[in-house]
């Protein structure tokens, strides 16, 4: 039986001590904006430990913080209140140790796909060879489907190219973290449901631990070790947690067919319906 996660601490599985299976530590976050009308308390008391190789999915309301959450933990954004750690190191900026991928990915229009994915390989392992920062770069490039397309430049690509881009480019630095804030918001279903495959195909094989916002219910689901629901602002926190016991790797008939799918789809939708 585990009987006890502690971030930095050792766990116990039937008497045997294990090192920390936390990857990600929130802990007292809050978060305060200053306005014209007086300070906006976003976050307050939310605590949350997310465990290495966990793929996350984040819901709640529209403005209820989840951006807020997810740009502090990526060091982007200042922390009022309480902490927030990777492995025990606490998070004072952005770093390698954390990639993200926005809603748009936000490439250098004029360069092409290849260079755009290069372009972090080389900031992020300068100290390997050409050859193999490019072919760390056209690895990923090849596991999103763009191998026909390194050399297009980013302003000629379809949305749903360039994001594929954006998971290459995320993926390629390694991070130990990977933080996606709606990744797939601005795309068309079929390019979502491909790019949600890709997504997890990747994840899958490297196991690198996954946070990611959706509005989408059924994304939240068909990803996510545990979907994590966070109640309306202000002063939001973590209002419930649905651990998704399918086996992997899913498929989408698979998951649609599971009997717990409409009982777990239910509780979320409960959720946010109050
Ligand atoms: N820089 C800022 N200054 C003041 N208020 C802000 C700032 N950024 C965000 N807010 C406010 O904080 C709240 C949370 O915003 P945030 O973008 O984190 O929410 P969200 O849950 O990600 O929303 P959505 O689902 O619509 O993307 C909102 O009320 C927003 O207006």
């Known amino acids: 039986m585990n009987t006890l996660i502690e971030q930095n601490k050792t766990y116990t599985e039937n008497g045997i001590v294990y090192p920390s299976k936390v990857m990600l530590d929130l802990s007292e976050l809050k978060k305060v904006y200053p306005t014209p009308k007086g300070d906006?308390?976003?976050?307050?008391?939310?605590?949350?430990?997310?465990?290495?190789?966990?793929?996350v999915t984040i819901i709640g309301h529209s403005?209820?913080?989840?951006?807020?959450?997810?740009?502090?933990?990526?060091?982007?954004?200042?922390i009022s209140g309480g902490n927030i750690s990777v492995l025990g190191k606490p998070v004072t900026g952005p770093g390698p140790d954390r990639g993200v991928i926005f809603q748009a990915p936000s490439l250098m229009p004029w360069m092409t796909a290849f260079q755009n994915v290069l372009l972090g390989v080389d900031q992020v392992f300068p100290h390997a060879t050409k050859n193999q920062r490019h072919d760390i770069a056209k690895y990923y490039l090849q596991k999103v489907g763009l191998e026909k397309d390194f050399h297009k430049k980013a302003?000629?690509?379809?949305?749903?190219?360039?994001?594929?881009?954006?998971?290459?480019?995320?993926?390629?630095?390694?991070?130990?973290?990977l933080l996606l804030d709606e990744p797939f918001g601005m795309l068309d279903s079929l390019t979502r449901g491909e790019l949600q495959d890709i997504l997890i195909e990747i994840w899958n094989k490297e196991k690198i631990t996954a946070v990611m916002i959706t509005h989408?219910?059924?994304?939240?689901?068909?990803?996510?070790?545990r979907v994590v629901m966070m109640t309306s602002g202000p002063r939001a926190k973590i209002g419930d947690i649905?651990?998704?016991?399918?086996?992997?790797?899913?498929?989408?008939?698979?998951?649609?067919?599971?009997?717990?799918?409409?009982?777990?789809?239910?509780?979320?939708?409960?959720?946010?319906?109050?």
């Open 40 to 55: 906006y308390v976003v976050l307050e008391d939310l605590n949350l430990q997310i465990l290495k190789e966990e793929f």
């Open 63 to 78: 403005g209820c913080g989840k951006t807020t959450m997810l740009s502090m933990i990526a060091g982007l954004n200042p």
């Open 242 to 274: 649905l651990a998704i016991d399918f086996d992997r790797p899913r498929t989408r008939k698979s998951v649609l067919d599971h009997e717990d799918y409409y009982t777990y789809r239910k509780h979320l939708i409960d959720f946010l319906e109050h």
């Open 216 to 225: 989408d219910v059924d994304e939240a689901i068909f990803l996510a070790d």
């Open 155 to 177: 302003s000629e690509l379809s949305q749903g190219m360039q994001q594929r881009v954006g998971i290459a480019r995320a993926f390629a630095i390694k991070p130990k973290v």
